[in-house]
């Protein structure tokens, strides 16, 4: 809970690297809420530098040529962390949790949470929570096999402090 809650309500900025089948992509991500209303900015920083960048559930994507394609409805889910367990999940019942060891991330303290599924049916996940804040610094969508269908890893990232507006235009 308390990181889901992380990841809704905390200011954000940092660069960070996701894998997804095999590809790797470096991000810019500004990630601000004030008065409940998420706004963040995402850049991608190789290839077409694509930038995403979301006003409450309001959404655009900027194209290459700067053209903008509007997404109409976006949910509260976090661009970045689409692949963290939802809210719901049952623990005990359909997942073990266990807490493996301390490590550093992003150079910051983190604990490193091992979700494990009762079954076959559903994935598990490894998510390095920071210390202080409860905020995942990076997260990997487990296989049974044991192999990360994606993962989302901060390589550097500023936390809880006043962040520009300028940041997000």
């Known amino acids: ?3 889901a809650s992380a990841v809704q309500t905390t200011n954000y900025e940092g660069t960070v690297i996701r894998v ?4 790797s992509d470096t991000l810019k991500v500004v990630h601000v809420v004030t008065d409940g209303v998420i ?3 995402v850049v991608v920083q190789e290839g077409d530098g694509l930038e995403i960048i979301r006003n409450g559930n309001e959404v ?3 194209l290459p040529d700067k053209q903008t394609v509007r997404v109409e409805e976006w949910n509260d889910q976090s661009t970045l962390f689409s692949s963290l367990p939802s809210t719901d999940i049952q623990f005990g019942s359909e997942y073990d949790v266990s807490v493996v060891r301390e490590e550093r991330v992003a150079g910051r303290k983190t604990v490193l ?6 079954d076959h049916y559903r994935y598990g996940h490894r998510i390095w929570l920071d210390i202080a804040t409860g905020f995942p610094l990076q997260t990997k969508l487990m296989r ?4 990360a269908i994606e993962q989302v890893k901060f390589a550097d990232i500023t936390l809880d402090e006043e962040i520009h507006a300028s940041a997000l235009t």
């Open 60 to 62: 655009h994507c900027i």
């Open 144 to 147: 049974d096999d044991g192999e």
């Open 39 to 41: 706004r963040e900015k």
């Open 113 to 118: 949470l091992a979700i494990r599924p009762h």
């Open 20 to 23: 997804q089948n095999g590809k």
């Open 1 to 3: 809970v308390k990181m």
